[in-house]
C-alpha cells in the first residue's frame, strides 16, 4: 500500500498512519521526492504519531528521505516522534542530528514556516 | 490461538514478522509501550542482521521465568559466515553494510541480556532477554 501525499498549498503533508515495511518506506521516499518535482513544494511535514517503533533502517529512509529533499531545495520536518521512539532511537545510537522535528503537526506547520521565511 | 513462536528469515517480509511476533508476545506479558519498542527494534534489528549478512535463519521469542520474574528472550540463529571479530562489532559506529544496520551495541543497549556465539564459517546465535520490570 502506497502512504498518501497531499498538497498544501506550497507544502506536502504526509502522515504515517501504519507500520512501515522495507519496501513501502523505499517507495515513498521515490513518491515523495516525485511530488516535490511535479508540484514545485517548498516544504514537507511528514507526521509520524501512529508510528510506534522505528528501527535503523526505517530511521536511516527517514534521514535519506531529508537530504534528497534538501538537494532538490525542499525542507521537511518530522513530527509527532512518541516518546518510545525517542528513547529506543537513542539507545540504538541512531540521533538523527541534522533532522528537523516538532512536536505536533500544527508546530511542524510553524516551523516550516519559519524556516522558509514567511 | 497459540502464538507463534519462531519465524523463517528469508526476505525481509519476515523481519516484519518477526518484529510482529515480538511485539504481540511483549503486550501479551505485560510490557509497556517503551519497552515493547525497545523489544519489538531489538528482533527487527537482529531478523536484518541475519537478512543482509546470513541470507536466512530464524529468530524465535521464548517467554522466561527466572527467580519469579517474567521476561521474554530473543533467541537469532543463522548459518551465515559468522563474525571473526566479536570485539570489534561490539564496538559503537563499527559497519559493513555501509550503515544499514545500527548494529549489534545498539541491540545490547535496549535489551537487559546479550550473549553472542560465533563461529566464522559456521554461523552467528545470538540470545537477549528483556525482563519485566
Not at chain 1, 511535479?38 to 526505517?58: C, H, L, Q, Y
Not at chain 2, 566464522?120 to 519485566?132: E, S, V
Request: hydrophobic share 45%; net charge negative; aromatic share 6%.
Amino acid at each position: 500500500m502506497r502512504i498518501p501525499i497531499l498538497k498544501l498549498y506550497d507544502c506536502l503533508l504526509v502522515s504515517i498512519q501504519w507500520e512501515l515495511d522495507d519496501a513501502t518506506a523505499l517507495q515513498f521516499q521515490e513518491d515523495l521526492l516525485q511530488k516535490i518535482h511535479e508540484t514545485n513544494a517548498n516544504g514537507v511535514v511528514i507526521d509520524i504519531t501512529s508510528i510506534d517503533f522505528i528501527d535503523s533502517f526505517i530511521a536511516k529512509v527517514l534521514g535519506d528521505v531529508f537530504s534528497m529533499s534538501k538537494l532538490m531545495g525542499a525542507k521537511v520536518v518530522i513530527t509527532g516522534i512518541q516518546p518510545a521512539v525517542a528513547i529506543t532511537l537513542i539507545e540504538l545510537g541512531i540521533t538523527l542530528d541534522d533532522v528537523l522535528t516538532a512536536l505536533d503537526l500544527e508546530k511542524g506547520l510553524e516551523k516550516l514556516q519559519q524556516e522558509l521565511g514567511d | 490461538m497459540e502464538v507463534q513462536s519462531c519465524v523463517k528469515i528469508i526476505n525481509e517480509w519476515d523481519i516484519v514478522a518477526a518484529r510482529q511476533l515480538g511485539r504481540n508476545v511483549a503486550k501479551d506479558l505485560g510490557f509497556g509501550t517503551v519497552d515493547q519498542a525497545r523489544v519489538t527494534t531489538a528482533i527487527s534489528e537482529l531478523a536484518r542482521n541475519i537478512y543482509l549478512y546470513a541470507g536466512q535463519g530464524t529468530v524465535a521469542i521464548e517467554k522466561v521465568q527466572r527467580n519469579g520474574k517474567a521476561g521474554m528472550k530473543i533467541i537469532a540463529v543463522d548459518e551465515g559466515p559468522g563474525i571473526k571479530d566479536i570485539r570489534k562489532v561490539m564496538e559503537d559506529g563499527y559497519t559493513t553494510s555501509g550503515g544499514l544496520g545500527a548494529g549489534l551495541p545498539g541491540v545490547k543497549r535496549l535489551m537487559d541480556e546479550f550473549d553472542i556465539d560465533s563461529t566464522p564459517g559456521k554461523g552467528t546465535k545470538i540470545l537477549a532477554t528483556k525482563w519485566l520490570r
